[in-house]
């Protein structure tokens, strides 16, 4: 390679931070950290009377599970720290709920006590406000790429969480690199390949996310985590963008934590409540509590309530019969307009355009006179179109005011409502810019086209495809010799290791051989901890979280209890202390096991000359 090829390549020592990285190796930043942690590895486990001259690669991973996987998590990694185990996890990986729990793990610097201690202050009664997650939901309306999880991060995990994280996931690299903490691992899937998932179980829908670094495994590409979201072209970064907070990437990280019709039904829920607290009837204030500040009939809004009014109506039911009246509603605005018969803006100014403002009303017109012969499919054409020409004037309105110390502008929340529900009908969740963008055609090129013919990605809830994050830990180059899963989930509480087993197999890749009969029958009264051995590929405990051992013949009434979509509003204090006493008693019922079978891992460790 000549010189000026070197410069140009995504892989050159200048590029590394400002491109694309294809490299089948663990990235520097990671192997750097994970080399610092294993002298603590080694120390900690002749601490725990484990000889040790190599430290073992162990992973805890944490599955999804909502709410539920947020505190169970948290109690895992309490007791374990508790017990010392803690300080011998080179990695710790989660998905869905598990993530919210690892996030504040690390952002409490792994302070256990102070972890525990604000859990429980967080869900005393009338301790949490809606302020502050509303006011960055409206603020980040105005973005280009703003989806459904924004709504669903800063209006509803925010709130389930009771937390509001606007700390950077890049800030954790502090204790990560010092090798003080395991090196964490967050997971989502492309749910643009959701189908290829489904029929093929294609190993690049796997996303992951670091403190260094974000990207596609499978197609050993990857990014600093700093410029997710960022666009490129060509392998390179071609127009930055802030990294988002954490926060939004919970909302991501944890976006399918009920089934689609349930999540659809409660954000609709969420979205008519906040529309009827915003629009027309509050503003944000400083304090606490909302404001009455203006009233709807004001004619500087007609437009754009009439609209909102619209799209909310046809999105609950396209039948409507109100619908048609709400179209004449409309003209009858657009109409006074265009005579100038009103004080609010002209034709020109609503239209975002002054020479060609009427050839837009009368396109605007001829689609509202034609809806009443228009076919269903018509219908939802001309509404679209409706949508995306309002959303588009009032994302191009000037928010340089948005969101100031003291309140939110008429227009961040019009065009928050308005964003909000073209979403809602499009469905659309997890949407930044793809990093792989037309790279085929760079030195190191994705041979894949499907990839790099997408301008955006769409990133979702690692759970949709299997609920922990085995496939992120069992790349070679991450030498995973002993998984701790401890599993989360509703339901069977063996369906991760059965999605995962089967992951495997499609794929020829090193995981124990596991038995459906077995399966089965461990799922109707499971115990606390089953050891999965294969003849290579790393060993796996796997502890569900409610058994006989905790939980004696009332497995089924714990489950109940703390069910997935179980709301933050009906966790007490104790019912949250009761829920992470049952995974700490997980961890120390089976302390002894986790140590034995970590000997017998160190056991097969080849020794060092």
């Known amino acids: 390679m000549s010189l000026e090829q070197s410069l140009k390549s995504p892989l050159s020592q200048k590029n590394r931070s400002h491109g694309v990285l294809i490299t089948p190796e663990l990235q520097k930043e990671e192997k750097e950290a994970v ?56 990695y710790l990986a989660g998905v869905s709920g598990s993530t919210w729990a690892l996030s504040s793990f690390y952002t409490n610097s792994g302070n256990m006590d102070l972890i525990e201690a604000d859990l429980e202050h967080r869900f005393e009664p009338e301790n949490w406000s809606v302020r502050e997650s509303l006011q960055k939901t409206i603020e980040v309306a105005s973005l280009e790429n703003y989806s459904l999880t924004d709504f669903w991060a800063y209006v509803v995990i925010s709130r389930q969480t009771r937390e509001f994280q606007g700390s950077l996931l890049s800030s954790m690299k502090k204790h990560v690199e010092k090798g003080t903490l395991p090196y964490p691992i967050f997971a989502a899937i492309d749910n643009d390949l959701h189908d290829d998932w489904k029929d093929h179980k294609t190993q690049k829908s796997w996303f992951e996310f670091t403190p260094h670094h974000a990207g596609y495994p499978a197609l050993q590409a990857y990014i600093p985590i700093t410029q997710l979201g960022s666009q490129f072209e060509n392998g390179r970064l071609v ?24 999540n659809e039904k409660f954000i609709w829920d969420e979205f008519l409540s906040l529309k009827e607290k915003l629009l027309g009837k509050y503003q944000l204030t400083q304090g606490n509590s909302y404001t009455q500040t203006y009233s709807s009939s004001q004619p500087m809004t007609a437009v ?45 100014e609503f239209l975002g355009v002054d020479e060609h403002g009427e050839p837009e009303y009368k396109k605007l017109a001829m689609m509202i006179q034609n809806w009443s012969n228009a076919s269903q499919e018509k219908q939802g ?60 055609g760079s030195n190191v090129s994705i041979t894949d086209e499907d990839m790099c013919s997408r301008k955006l990605l769409h990133l979702v809830d690692a759970g949709l ?67 999965l051995k294969g003849e290579s590929g790393p060993m796996v405990m796997h502890f569900p979280l409610f058994n006989k051992d905790n939980c004696g013949d009332e497995i089924n009434t714990w489950r109940e209890k703390y069910g997935t979509f179980k709301l933050s509003d009906t966790y007490s204090v104790q019912v949250v202390k009761d829920l992470l006493e049952k995974s700490k008693e997980n961890v120390r019922k089976n302390k002894e096991k986790i140590i034995r079978t970590i000997k017998e891992v160190v056991g097969s460790c080849p020794k060092t000359s």
């Open 465 to 531: 495809a299997i609920n922990s994050p085995y496939p992120l830990l069992l790349p070679p180059a991450r030498e995973v010799q002993l998984i701790l899963s401890f599993d989360f989930s509703d339901g069977d509480p063996f369906e991760t290791v059965r999605a995962t087993a089967d992951y495997c197999h499609h794929h020829k890749i090193p995981f124990p051989l596991v038995k459906e009969a077995d399966l089965k029958e461990w799922a109707e009264a499971p115990t606390s901890c089953y050891i």
């Open 381 to 440: 054409l001309i509404l679209e179109s409706l949508v995306g020409h309002f959303t588009g004037q009032a994302s191009t309105m000037d928010l340089s005011t948005a969101l100031s110390a003291s309140k939110s502008t008429i227009w961040d929340i019009l065009a928050f409502l308005a964003k909000t529900v073209k979403c809602i009908w499009n469905w659309e969740w997890g949407t930044i810019h793809n990093f792989l963008h037309q790279h085929h």
């Open 35 to 90: 080399d610092n942690r294993k002298p603590q590895v080694v120390m900690s486990l002749n601490k725990l009377g484990i000889k040790a001259d190599e430290a073992p690669v162990i992973a805890v991973l944490g599955s999804g599970g909502g709410l539920r996987a947020h505190f169970a998590c948290l109690g895992v990694l309490i007791e374990m720290k508790n017990h010392g185990l803690l300080d011998v996890i080179t």
């Open 239 to 262: 127009k930055s963008a802030p990294e988002r907070d954490l926060s939004f990437l919970r909302g991501l990280w944890g976006s399918a934590v009920a089934n689609a019709e349930e």
């Open 304 to 348: 754009d309530e009439a609209l909102l009014e619209l799209m909310v109506a046809y999105i609950k039911d396209e039948k409507d019969p109100s619908i048609q009246e709400k179209l004449q509603a409309l003209q009858q605005i657009l109409d006074a307009r265009r005579d100038g018969k009103t004080s609010q803006k002209s034709t020109s």
